[in-house]
């Protein structure tokens, strides 16, 4: 651990741009929960903003490699599709980390992967140097984008976009079977499936239509929908999301 | 990783490597530990509030942290840390009058569920409550403490509910509880499924999100807090304090005393997240693969509840219509204890109603009717008639004056009479039976009984195969049952379900038998 590392999570976690249920935080039934030096603080944010998204400030990293550049890929596994390059020595802003496949870079042998909004996907954490060996960001879904495989060699890819809360189903494999993101709401509903059946190297979009601030579950299968019986193959184990 | 390479890389930069993080040039608040503490959170009251077990002078307030909750780890999106969570009590819903509050920690090991059990308030209160963790604040909750023991009580009024897959349909029946805003609401088994519907698709509304069977800690938990993600469910926790019991689904079906079908490990995930996710005392903490969660609920001298366990200490299940078996007097569906428990409390009589809240259908259902066939269900009370003999026989010599069993389980209202003796159609009445039917569970409904089954049957005075829920009115004259039912539980659209009583009942108070209204 580094000195660079401690400030970079003080920053991420020690901050205090959330606040609470704007409801909640009228009056006098605020103060009488808080500390009373703390509720001034509360109670003259919320005046200010009605933010109920924790810390948004990203951790940032620096793209290393023996010189080439690096793979972004669309979800956090080898097999998910490469969706541009980054160059070595760049700097990214990682606003999440999650486990993918395994990977060896120059910085180590890893399985996790940063997710890096700016370039629309994530890159293995075995090549960017973090000020860390430890995660220095928070779990994917944190309310910028995150995305999952299906489960082997990535026929199906879900992308989830926290701006306007829509989800983007990618068929990549030519294997018969149709490419599927189920996904479930705070309503209680789910799961609501969108289809990709138009064949490998198609995208489907389509909105969740879950409100904003509000989390949407999804998983990313895979599905013979043309058989007498379809049945549901290599779902991913599923991510929360949240709506920007 | 590889630490050393990045290290070496670090050790040449901007900063020195790890064990420099331990030294004293960094500030306290810069350690390890402190990040630990509580790392940001989203709002994490995504599971609502509940409250439950209500004493004269104390109700338990119940959540559970889970800003992401149907995460398949079972923890709720909720970071590796522990996380205070600060709770309030006021008389009114403003919380301008508030009359106690305090603070209690939750983590990992507590899947992060909260239970505060306030000491010192007044009885036949109603009290709200809320909680507060991370800048975010919960919901309101209403609740109510009982009325002092021996209190006079002009009325009671209670829902009982039980059985409610998830997939099965939608919860209307909760909408309708939380609308009749009762005192008190009886859950009595079934509160969440450990494996997918067996229905066919049009018979089910929505999904697991995690559709395995229940074999670990982590599925128990996201499957628990999956049910609770629905808004109706949530707002019947939400109007008045429950007491919880589990049936067989809570863990897996048709479970008993035994290993076999279901093993002490996985009793012990089943408990630990029945506990986390109820809003039950301290005193049903499971130990390992037991949990103690039987106790009396008294409501001055109006009611008593017995709230039973009739899985956890159960002899397994006899061989299907095998009548040496269902007879052997040997064999237990309460356990010993349980079963001393309850006789012991009917030397006392401290209320004019006696509630035997439990889970599995009491009086007897025989097909044919003749005894010598044992035409019944071996896993309700008539699979262990020796039990229910010693349970019926206690109330009746210690002059009980008002039993009445109450029942989950079987998806379908059911209406009874009790007897010694079922095959005796003449013998005396003992108590009365009210089962409701399912939340939701077997949605596609089922065939009533036919005019011979009656005729086998003639303590049994009503079923309907609809879903629904129970609303009962207990005063110290009497006591009405309305068998509420829910045209359709497929239907999502509040304004396009009906929900009405089918049928009422009422036992007058001294006096042993239904009527119906």
Redesign the interface.
């Known amino acids: 651990?580094?000195?660079?590392?401690?400030i970079l999570?003080?920053h991420?976690?020690?901050?205090?741009t959330?606040?609470?249920?704007p409801v909640?935080?009228t009056g006098?039934?605020?103060r009488?929960?808080l500390p009373k030096v703390i509720a001034v603080l509360?109670t003259a944010s919320a005046l200010l903003v009605l933010d109920?998204?924790?810390?948004a400030a990203a951790a940032t990293g620096k793209v290393?490699t023996a010189g080439d550049p690096l793979n972004v890929r669309r979800a956090p596994s080898t097999t998910s599709t490469a969706v541009r390059t980054v160059a070595n020595g760049a700097s990214v802003s990682i606003d999440c980390q999650t486990i993918g496949t395994s990977v060896?870079g120059?910085?180590?042998?890893?399985t996790?992967w940063d997710y890096v909004p700016a370039l629309g996907g994530y890159i293995s954490?075995?090549y960017v140097?973090t000020?860390s060996?430890e995660r220095i960001a928070?779990?994917c879904?944190v309310?910028s984008g995150s995305a999952e495989c299906s489960t082997g060699a990535c026929a199906a890819e879900g992308v989830f976009k926290s701006a306007g809360g829509s989800v983007t189903v990618y068929d990549n494999a030519g294997d018969g079977k149709s490419a599927g993101v189920?996904y479930?709401l705070?309503?209680?509903?789910?799961?609501i499936w969108v289809w990709n059946s138009k064949g490998t190297g198609t995208n489907v979009v389509a909105n969740t239509g879950a409100p904003k601030?509000t989390?949407v579950?999804y998983?990313v299968c895979v599905s013979d929908r043309g058989a007498t019986v379809p049945t549901l193959d290599n779902c991913s184990?599923?991510l929360?999301d949240?709506v920007a | 990783m590889g630490q050393v390479n990045r290290r070496a890389v670090l050790l040449g930069g901007v900063a020195a490597g790890g064990a420099v993080a331990l030294s004293t040039a960094l500030p306290s608040w810069a350690s390890t530990k402190t990040f630990l503490a509580a790392p940001a959170i989203r709002d994490p009251f995504q599971l609502g509030v509940a409250s439950g077990d209500p004493l004269p002078d104390s109700v338990v307030l119940w959540t559970r942290l889970a800003p992401a909750p149907l995460n398949n780890d079972g923890f709720g999106g909720m970071p590796d840390a522990s996380y205070t969570v600060d709770w309030e009590m006021a008389n009114d819903e403003a919380f301008g009058s508030v009359v106690q509050s305090g603070s209690t920690t939750t983590n990992r090991a507590l899947g992060y569920s909260v239970h505060v059990e306030p000491k010192g308030l007044e009885p036949a209160r109603v009290y709200f409550y809320r909680f507060k963790t991370s800048g975010y604040i919960s919901p309101v909750g209403r609740t109510r403490t009982t009325p002092a023991l021996g209190a006079a009580v002009n009325q009671l009024k209670y829902a009982m509910a039980s059985c409610q897959h998830w997939e099965e349909g939608w919860y209307h029946a909760h909408r309708a509880i939380a609308a009749d805003n009762p005192d008190l609401v009886l859950f009595l088994g079934d509160y969440m499924y450990e494996k997918p519907s067996g229905q066919a698709a049009e018979f089910k509304v929505r999904g697991l999100a995690a559709a395995a069977d229940t074999t670990t800690l982590a599925l128990y938990r996201a499957r628990h807090a999956q049910h609770k993600t629905d808004v109706d469910l949530q707002a019947a926790h939400a109007v008045a304090p429950w007491a919880v019991v589990f049936d067989d689904h809570e863990v897996m079906n048709n479970w008993n005393s035994t290993t076999s079908p279901a093993s002490a490990a996985r009793k012990g995930y089943a408990f630990q997240a029945f506990y986390e996710n109820t809003p039950i005392r301290s005193t049903a903490k499971p130990s390992g693969s037991s949990i103690n969660i039987y106790r009396q609920l008294n409501w001055g001298n109006l009611a008593r509840f017995h709230l039973m366990d009739t899985r956890q200490y159960r002899s397994a299940q006899a061989t299907d219509k095998d009548c040496v078996g269902y007879r052997n007097t040997s064999r237990t569906l309460t356990g010993t204890a349980q079963e001393q428990w309850v006789l012991n409390a009917f030397n006392t009589k401290p209320a004019t109603w006696d509630f035997l809240g439990q889970q599995v259908f009491f009086a007897q259902r025989d097909t044919d009717g003749k005894s010598a066939t044992c035409d019944s269900s071996n896993d309700s009370w008539d699979g262990y008639s020796a039990s229910r003999d010693r349970i019926t026989k206690g109330w009746v010599d210690r002059n009980i004056p008002n039993p009445i069993v109450l029942t989950g389980d079987v998806h379908r209202h059911w209406a009874a009479d009790l007897r010694q003796n079922y095959y005796d159609h003449n013998a005396p009445i003992v108590g009365s039976e009210l089962v409701t039917t399912s939340v939701t569970s077997n949605s596609n409904g089922s065939t009533p009984p036919s005019a011979t089954w009656y005729a086998n049957n003639p303590h049994v005075k009503y079923c309907q195969g609809m879903r629904g829920y129970v609303r009962v009115t207990t005063t110290p004259a009497q006591m009405r049952a309305d068998f509420v039912t829910v045209s359709s539980v497929l239907e999502r659209d509040p304004a396009k379900v009906t929900i009405k009583t089918d049928r009422s009942y009422v036992v007058q108070a001294g006096q042993r038998g239904l009527q119906q209204v």
């Open positions: 651990m580094s000195e660079a590392a401690v999570r003080a991420l976690y020690g901050s205090c959330r606040s609470a249920d909640g935080m006098s039934r605020t009488r929960f509360m109920v998204v924790p810390a290393q060896t120059p910085l180590g042998t890893t996790l954490d075995g140097q000020g060996d928070p779990d879904g309310g189920a479930w705070k309503s209680g509903v789910g799961p601030g989390w579950f998983k184990g599923g929360t949240y």
